[in-house]
């Protein structure tokens, strides 16, 4: 039975994987259900977010009848926003929940908008960079919540710590499949990017912060190339304030030759060509919850190294559709893709990842979310 459904979060035109995720939750649910979508028109200030935070190169991510109603630092628009949602009357409301920032501005909306049935769906429960606030703003913020979805074990552990009997679903992070603007081969895109065809390459993708344990990777390198001269890592994502440490490392190590470094913001239409032209994809995370990088390369057919670390290992099958591997330890790391080349499971790997389509498709999502809606009777 279709239900009326308020969904609020990041959508195009700003940046990054959950804005991407927002939208996409948007598009499915609205095949079955009535969606307003609820975004911002002040995600962060400025003086906390320095970068940019709108792309607006690539519209192929937008929500038509978006609002841009909620200013997060606001209380009286806050305020304004919940009565206005109370008004709508929704079978549900549903918040996109990452990181205590947002605390006051969804205790506030939760609060003002009356009885609701809310749903937040934790990317983190807790953010990646822990500070000393963190634990009691998520608490009075989730305390507010009726039902929750996370996408790891451990998070579901870090929820149950903050609120007795959650009632929660622990389902896999929905493929980025979305990102196949052009439907490129492996051949097409290496020519976009002047990479030869008999390259082996390595991607790591996204943010470049410290408990994504990037220099782990680059200290595996030269082992690597030792065992296979042909490997490439690729790092594409924007650095901090730590780049020359980074480029230091690549060069303490004699790797420079083995190692492209773009260090810039991909938009939407570019991260095709990069995971399209890579064979394997790495994330040897320090510390982690779930990362939509894994569903970016999954939506290539790409298979992963990753640690296990967080909620990385639940969403991959160790030497079926990747690799897992102990954190901190670029020999493990080293022998995992080593072992990929050399027995050349890239077919096969894609393969499986095929087959485990429907568990990571936004349709499951759609059903997960459906069923924290109230059945006819309104129960």
Not at 164 to 186: K, L, Q, W
């Amino acid at each position: 039975m279709k239900k009326n459904i308020i969904l609020i979060g990041p959508v195009y035109p700003y940046k990054g994987g959950i804005s991407h995720y927002t939208g996409l939750m948007c598009r499915e649910l609205a095949k079955r259900h009535e969606v307003e979508m609820i975004s911002y028109k002040m995600q962060y200030p400025k003086f906390l977010f320095h970068k940019e935070q709108r792309d607006y190169s690539n519209d192929s991510f937008k929500i038509e009848q978006a609002k841009y109603l909620l200013h997060t630092a606001n209380p009286f628009n806050i305020i304004k926003t919940a009565r206005y949602i109370r008004r709508r009357r929704p079978d549900m409301v549903a918040i996109q929940w990452w990181h205590p920032y947002f605390a006051p501005c969804y205790f506030l909306l939760t609060r003002f908008m009356g009885k609701q049935n809310v749903t937040f769906v934790c990317h983190n429960v807790f953010p990646h960079e822990r500070f000393p606030m963190d634990r009691p703003l998520t608490k009075l913020t989730l305390n507010n919540g009726s039902h929750f979805i996370v996408h790891a074990r451990e998070e579901a552990k870090e929820l149950e710590k903050i609120k007795p009997h959650p009632d929660y679903v622990v389902t896999p992070h929905p493929t980025y499949n979305a990102f196949c603007f052009e439907g490129m081969s492996r051949e097409q895109a290496r020519e976009k990017l002047h990479i030869g065809p008999e390259e082996r390459i390595l991607l790591f993708f996204g943010y470049v912060r410290e408990y994504k344990g990037l220099k782990y990777l680059l200290k595996a390198m030269p082992e690597i190339c030792r065992e296979d001269n042909k490997v490439k890592l690729w790092i594409v994502g924007e650095f901090g304030a730590d780049r020359e440490a980074y480029l230091k490392l690549i060069r303490d190590l004699g790797i420079e030759n083995h190692v492209q470094v773009q260090d810039s913001y991909t938009p939407d239409r570019e991260v095709e060509k990069y995971f399209a032209a890579a064979d394997l994809v790495a994330l040897p995370y320090t510390s982690a919850t779930q990362s939509g990088i894994v569903q970016i390369a999954y939506g290539f057919g790409r298979p992963v190294v990753v640690t296990n670390v967080g909620g990385l290992p639940d969403v991959v099958e160790d030497g079926s559709t990747g690799y897992i591997v102990e954190p901190e330890r670029p020999e493990a790391i080293a022998a995992a893709v080593t072992r990929f080349f050399r027995e050349n499971q890239a077919q096969r790997m894609r393969e499986n990842i095929e087959k485990e389509a429907y568990r990571f498709s936004w349709e499951r999502m759609g059903e997960v979310i459906e069923g924290f809606m109230p059945d006819e009777k309104g129960g």
